[in-house]
């Protein structure tokens, strides 16, 4: 059992339509026919959501992806139509909200890796391979991969795993010519994104994106390169051979996991509130985060 540990009632906004409540983010269609997507400052874990709600979460992963939208426009249209807030909309919106074309979603989260841990790390020491392709022998985690690979997932419902697949079954899927450009379109946008990344002193290990065609156009959605969609490491403690730090919610797993929480993520109890202290640790380092690969300052 998973999910919401407390799934929370979506404010109603005259003109909009609620269509979606996720890990992080609620859904609306405007009388226009656009998403109106609004991020919250949710955390989730072990694939739970939380009860405990990290302050200004939500702002951080909205501006960083409009910051990454920008940087990879040569390469992909995104979905972004305005960052105007809705009339009539709670003024804490402003900041987390983006006003998108409505997409037809490609089916599968677009993953690229760089270097070798997580999921992928796990089924190299079975097989030596990721999403059946082949690695070399002696990898080891956080070791840097010959080039970067696309190694797709299928998208879960909420409290449920995305499962890794191969090239192959995405191909089988959506078809050979939309898998080959989502491939291309990953890895492009992988590697923009990883150099931008090291030229700041941060490893981008892995992302996921997540794809829709606007007619015949391929266009980058969600969000993207944020701390809950991508493993950043800081490049000065980057140490192959065990796990790496990172900008993301490590503090939250980590006090999960510990004895003080006193939770045991293989029962089906929902995990208990965070302290301040992992709270505090946690915003402070989505912050750092943005800050680093965008070089302004957070306020």
Known sequence: MSGFVDKPEPIQVP????????KVRELYR???????????????????????????KGRVLTQL???????????????VLSTDLPEGAPADWAGRTLVCKSLSMVPVECVARGYLTGS??????????VCGLALPEGLVDG???PAPIFTPATKAAVGEHDENVSYEEVARQVGAETAAQLRQATLAAYS??????????????DTKFEFGFDGDELVIADEVLTPDSSR?????????????????????????TSEES??????????????QQVVDATRAKYVEAYERLTGTTWS
């Open 15 to 22: 003109g909009l339509v609620h269509l979606h409540t996720g």
């Open 30 to 56: 405007n009388e226009a026919g656009d998403l109106v997507m609004v991020a919250s400052d949710r955390i989730s874990a072990y694939d739970w959501v939380l009860p405990t709600e990290i302050p200004d």
């Open 65 to 79: 992806s409009l910051w990454w939208f920008d940087q990879l426009a040569d390469l992909l249209p995104n979905h």
């Open 120 to 129: 992928g790390l796990a089924e190299y020491n079975e097989s030596r391979t």
């Open 143 to 145: 070791s840097e991969l």
């Open 192 to 205: 923009r994104a990883r150099d931008i990344a090291r030229d700041r002193g941060i490893i981008l290990a």
């Open 232 to 256: 950043f490491w800081p490049a000065e403690q980057w140490e192959p051979g065990r796990p790496q730090p990172s900008y993301d919610k490590q503090f939250v797993r980590d006090w999960l």
């Open 262 to 275: 006193g939770w045991d993520r293989r029962s089906e109890q929902p995990p208990p509130p965070l302290p």
